[in-house]
């Protein structure tokens, strides 16, 4: 009889691991960003370029001057020397849908038109963008339409501060080209995808501590495409790309006229 229990007991105890292992699993297979963490990830790979929404959001921003006030709650873009100008500028990079324009434009979407008073130019304007942007970046609640677009935003802000994440791919997908199509699913009458909502999720902060054996966006077969300048740097050639070039007989030749002309004085 003891034996008996035992083994219902024992299987009422597998049965309960089972079910809880299940549970884990299905939640594990999505990771949710920290939206209140303000500090840099410990990702590495491509990941080491993701932040979550808390990174780049603010607790005191003056819209009247455009100023951050100091605070120990700003994220880490702005403790490590980000400005209101370097953030505008990657709020209307190319990569953006939330800038002037562009698909989720700030001004005409509903959730953020209120920031902006007709006839606002300029600096005022900007600064209209820039109190829309840090409103859906604050860590504070907010209905899944506006978690979906706060983790889009912050997506975009990560691959406008480093291109290379948006070369890489996810799901064997390009990252550049699965933001393009979040953004415009969520214009649609169907709406965003449940594979956009994923997407937006991990690239909006989901991946900031994976390592780089575990990160999600991999470098492409062809390459990650040139960061930003280096187009300007000068190529070191080898030698054989000088022999190509010609430029290597050239140089031989000046230095033997050069060494003929020193013994013959």
Do not use: W
């Amino acid at each position: 009889m003891e034996k008996t229990v035992g083994l219902s007991r024992l299987g009422r105890v597998i049965a309960s691991v089972a079910i809880v292992g299940t549970l884990g699993l299905g939640l594990g297979t999505a990771a949710h960003a920290d939206d209140s963490s303000t500090s840099a990830g410990t990702g590495g790979g491509l990941c080491a370029s993701i932040f979550s929404p808390g990174y780049y959001h603010v607790k005191g921003f003056d819209r009247s001057t455009g100023t951050i006030t100091t605070d120990d709650g700003n994220g880490q873009y702005f403790k490590s020397g980000g400005t209101t100008g370097s953030f505008y500028a990657l709020l209307t990079s190319s990569v953006s849908s939330f800038g002037p324009g562009g698909t989720l434009d700030f001004k005409t979407l509903s959730a953020t038109s209120s920031f902006f008073n007709a006839g606002d130019t300029g600096a005022t304007l900007q600064n209209d963008y820039l109190a829309a942007a840090f409103s859906f970046l604050s860590p504070s609640g907010a209905n899944k339409k506006n978690d979906y677009l706060k983790h889009l935003l912050t997506a975009e802000l990560n691959v406008a501060s480093n291109p290379s994440l948006g070369s890489g791919n996810y799901n064997s997908t390009n990252v550049d080209t699965l933001l393009a199509t979040a953004a415009t699913d969520y214009t649609t009458t169907s709406g965003y995808t449940s594979s956009d909502y994923t997407f937006v999720e991990y690239l909006g902060g989901g991946g900031e501590n994976d390592s780089s054996t575990s990160c999600q966006v991999t470098t492409p077969p062809g390459g990650l495409k040139c960061p930003p300048n280096c187009g300007n740097a000068t190529p070191e050639l080898g030698s054989g790309e000088l022999l190509a070039t010609g430029l290597l007989p050239i140089g031989a030749i000046l230095l033997y006229r050069r060494r003929r002309n020193r013994r013959a004085s």
